[in-house]
């Protein structure tokens, strides 16, 4: 592959999904709700940008004529010859925008780095594996699911803007609503004291 030309694409930022192109156009999306359309070509020609009111993570998908954007509150259908106006809204969850109180807050706060703690899924490929590991995963979970990892992930944002490893603490945010919050942590030093005893209790009954 030969790279024409690198030009900062203007109005995205935190980009995790993969661009799509079809009739001589290429669809991009960001996790802060930007649409960008570009024009195939070898110089960046930006031919719109539009702003939803949502987070898109997975990368968009095309069939026929339609365009499919999954967010993490909506799953838009796009169709041409469509003005914006009129984008069909396939499935909807209710959204809370209530601003966060003080109790609220220090409760998320526990919460976030109670999850900072989890140790990586097993299952998690990291490197190049990032972003199809977690496209898959949104492409197959529940709404309610992709919802709150994208509720928790706003927070980790707002509350600790500047965290070392953001892929990273995204994926710990998604194992820990996958697994309803389930410990995926190393096995305790009492379950491990458990078994050495049990070894140790086999050893003297071998030995009589």
């Given at each position: 592959?030969?790279v024409?030309?690198?030009?900062?694409?203007?109005?995205?930022?935190?980009?995790?999904?993969?661009?799509?192109?079809?009739?001589?156009?290429?669809?991009?999306?960001?996790?802060?709700?930007?649409?960008?359309?570009?024009?195939r070509?070898?110089?960046?020609?930006?031919?719109?940008?539009?702003?939803?009111?949502?987070?898109?993570?997975?990368?968009?998908?095309?069939?026929?004529?339609?365009?499919?954007?999954?967010?993490?509150?909506?799953?838009?259908?796009?169709?041409?010859?469509?003005?914006?106006?009129?984008?069909k809204?396939?499935?909807?969850l209710?959204?809370?925008?209530?601003?966060?109180?003080?109790?609220?807050?220090?409760?998320t706060?526990?919460?976030?780095?109670?999850?900072?703690?989890?140790?990586?899924?097993?299952d998690?490929?990291?490197?190049?594996?990032?972003?199809?590991?977690?496209?898959?995963?949104?492409?197959?979970a529940?709404?309610?699911?992709?919802?709150?990892?994208?509720?928790?992930?706003?927070?980790?944002?707002r509350?600790?803007?500047?965290?070392?490893n953001?892929?990273?603490?995204?994926i710990?945010?998604?194992?820990?609503v996958?697994?309803?919050?389930?410990?995926?942590?190393?096995?305790?030093?009492?379950?491990?004291?458990?078994?050495?005893?049990?070894?140790?209790?086999k050893?003297?009954?071998?030995?009589?």
């Amino acid at each position: 592959s030969q790279v024409i030309e690198k030009d900062r694409l203007p109005g995205l930022g935190g980009i995790y999904s993969s661009p799509v192109g079809a009739a001589g156009r290429i669809y991009m999306t960001d996790r802060k709700g930007t649409v960008l359309v570009l024009e195939r070509g070898d110089k960046t020609k930006v031919l719109a940008t539009n702003q939803l009111d949502d987070d898109f993570h997975a990368s968009p998908a095309l069939a026929g004529k339609k365009l499919f954007l999954r967010g993490m509150r909506f799953l838009y259908c796009l169709e041409e010859e469509r003005a914006p106006a009129k984008q069909k809204v396939v499935s909807k969850l209710p959204a809370e925008k209530k601003p966060p109180t003080a109790s609220s807050t220090k409760s998320t706060i526990g919460l976030l780095m109670q999850i900072a703690k989890r140790e990586l899924p097993k299952d998690y490929p990291a490197g190049k594996g990032h972003q199809p590991f977690v496209d898959k995963w949104f492409a197959n979970a529940p709404p309610e699911k992709s919802s709150r990892v994208g509720q928790l992930w706003k927070e980790q944002e707002r509350l600790f803007p500047n965290m070392k490893n953001r892929g990273a603490s995204f994926i710990k945010i998604l194992d820990y609503v996958r697994t309803n919050g389930a410990n995926r942590r190393p096995r305790s030093s009492r379950v491990m004291l458990i078994t050495i005893l049990s070894q140790f209790t086999k050893l003297i009954l071998d030995s009589k």
